[in-house]
C-alpha cells in the first residue's frame, strides 16, 4: 500500500494568509493526486485532480503542484469560507489511500 | 441533478454482518468506477474500496480485505458494500463516491454517508 503523509497536522491562518499544505508519498505516484476539502458534518469536497487540476467550480485561489513523491496545495489568499480539513489521496493503484488531514484553523 | 444516496447502516453486534447500499441517479452510472470511503468518528478519511465500471477491476483496504465485498448493479444503478465479520472498529460514517471519469481515481461527487456502528 503507497501510505501518504500530510504535514502540518493543523495550521493556524489569518484571513488574507497564504498557506501550503504539504503531502508526501512513500513511493512515486506520478500525477495521481487528488486534494480535498472537508467542513463539520459535510462530504468531502474534490477540489483538484491530476495533482494540479482545478475541479470546475473551485475557486483560482486554490492551486496544486507536484509529481513523484512530494506535492502541495496552496491557498493564495484565505477566506473565511476556507477554514476546514483538507487531505491528500493518491490514485495511483488500489488500495487508493489518503493522508491523515490537515485541520485549517483561524488564527 | 446527479445524486448519491446511501441506505442500510444502523447498529450491529460485533462479527455480525451488514450490507450498505447506494443509489446513484443523474448521470450514466455505468460509465464510471465507483467507491466506498468511511470516517470514523473525530477521525480522518479511510478509503474502504472500489470497483470499475465493469466490476474486473476492485480493491480493498487491508483493514477490510477478506471481510468486506464491494459489488454494482449496472442495471439498477446501484453499488453495493456486504460487510461481514464487523469490529468495533468499523464503526463510522460510510460514503459512497463517484469517479470523477478521466483521469480515474478522484472522486467528484459524495453521497451523505450512511451509519454503521459495531457494538455489543
Known amino acids: 500500500d503507497i501510505q501518504m503523509t500530510q504535514s502540518p497536522s493543523s495550521v493556524s491562518a489569518s484571513v488574507g494568509d497564504r498557506v501550503t499544505i504539504t503531502c508526501r508519498a512513500r513511493q512515486g505516484i506520478s500525477r495521481w493526486l487528488a486534494w480535498y476539502q472537508q467542513k463539520p458534518g459535510k462530504a468531502p469536497k474534490l477540489l483538484i485532480y491530476g495533482a494540479s487540476i482545478l475541479q470546475s467550480g473551485v475557486p483560482s485561489r486554490f492551486s496544486g503542484s507536484g509529481s513523484g513523491t512530494d506535492f502541495t496545495l496552496t491557498i493564495s489568499s484565505l477566506q473565511p469560507e476556507d477554514f476546514a480539513t483538507y487531505y491528500c489521496q493518491q490514485a495511483n493503484s488500489f488500495p487508493y489511500t489518503f493522508g491523515q488531514g490537515t485541520k485549517l484553523e483561524i488564527k | 441533478e446527479v445524486q448519491l444516496v446511501e441506505s442500510g447502516g444502523g447498529l450491529v453486534q460485533p462479527g455480525r454482518s451488514l450490507r450498505l447500499s447506494c443509489a446513484a441517479s443523474?448521470?450514466?452510472?455505468?460509465?464510471?468506477?465507483m467507491y466506498w470511503v468511511r470516517q470514523a468518528p473525530g477521525k480522518g478519511l479511510e478509503w474502504v474500496s472500489g470497483i470499475s465500471w465493469n466490476s474486473r477491476s476492485i480493491g480493498y483496504a487491508d483493514s477490510v480485505k477478506g471481510r468486506f465485498t464491494i459489488s454494482r448493479d449496472n442495471a439498477k444503478n446501484s453499488l453495493n458494500l456486504q460487510m461481514n465479520s464487523l469490529r468495533v472498529e468499523d464503526t463510522a460514517l460510510y460514503y459512497c463516491?463517484?469517479?470523477?471519469?478521466?483521469?480515474?481515481?478522484?472522486?467528484?461527487?459524495w453521497g451523505q454517508g450512511t451509519t454503521v456502528t459495531v457494538s455489543s
Open positions: 443523474g448521470f450514466t452510472f455505468d460509465d464510471y468506477a
Open positions: 463516491a463517484k469517479d470523477f471519469g478521466v483521469p480515474e481515481g478522484a472522486m467528484d461527487v
